[in-house]
């Protein structure tokens, strides 16, 4: 079956630019959406589409999707932004979400 | 935006079916071509996909539950159901459901269910 890969866990310091990735075979032939859960909240939507920002989502998130790997990017993270992260993919009839990666703003 | 409303018996005894019920307000279930989804997450894991449901009825499930799993739509109560029969301790879980098929937005606030033997 197919997976989507991500670290576990990416720190930052704050006012610096994280980088989580998403890994899966061909995964750039495919749409992938990212979500942000924080602690006892549902998820909620940040990207979809590879790079298309949510309403209301702040412009420091931006996404993209090439090769074999898509990539959530925040520049100038800020201390609201430590959460879950998972990036999410629609394969052959079938949604499949990445591990999720811990985002830790130190 | 639709807001979504999970509901249902919060413990569930071993071997017994699991029936939740996602209610929508705010826009009609019907309208549109609208998919409507049941995600869960076990304590501390990840997502987990259960499958979705067109409004015309039609469904897609997780291959890994297909065999258990049954997601219904009521267009006159403005609802969507799941159902998963034969549940075990490892189908212990926060249970979501959300607005989309590929893409989810917006989600429940999501219920715990809890599986006992």
């Known amino acids: 079956s197919y997976e989507l890969s991500q670290p576990p866990s990416v720190s930052v310091s704050p006012g610096q630019t994280a980088s989580i990735t998403c890994s899966g075979e061909e995964l750039g032939s495919r749409y992938v959406c990212w979500y942000q859960q924080k602690p006892g909240q549902s998820p909620l939507l940040v990207i979809s589409?590879?790079?298309m920002r949510r309403s209301g989502v702040p412009e420091r998130f931006s996404g993209s999707n090439s090769g074999n790997t898509a990539t959530l990017t925040i520049s100038g993270t800020q201390d609201v932004d430590e959460a879950d992260y998972y990036c999410q993919a629609w394969v052959s009839n079938a949604v499949v979400f990445g591990g999720g990666t811990k985002l830790t703003v130190l | 935006q639709v807001q979504l409303q999970e509901s249902g018996p919060t413990l569930v005894k071993s071997s017994q079916t699991l029936s939740l019920t996602c209610t929508v307000s705010?826009?009609?279930?019907?309208?549109?071509?609208?998919?409507w989804s049941w995600i869960r997450q076990p304590a501390g894991e990840g997502l987990e996909w259960i499958g979705r449901i067109y409004s015309s009825g039609s469904t897609n499930y997780n291959p890994s539950l297909k065999s258990r799993v049954t997601i219904s739509i009521d267009t006159s109560k403005n609802q969507f159901s799941l159902e998963l029969t034969s549940v075990t301790a490892a189908d212990t879980a926060v249970y979501y459901c959300a607005s989309g098929g590929t893409i989810f937005d917006p989600w429940g606030q999501g219920t715990l269910v809890t599986v006992s033997s």
């Open positions: 589409q590879d790079t």
């Open positions: 705010g826009g009609s279930i019907s309208s549109g071509n609208y998919y």
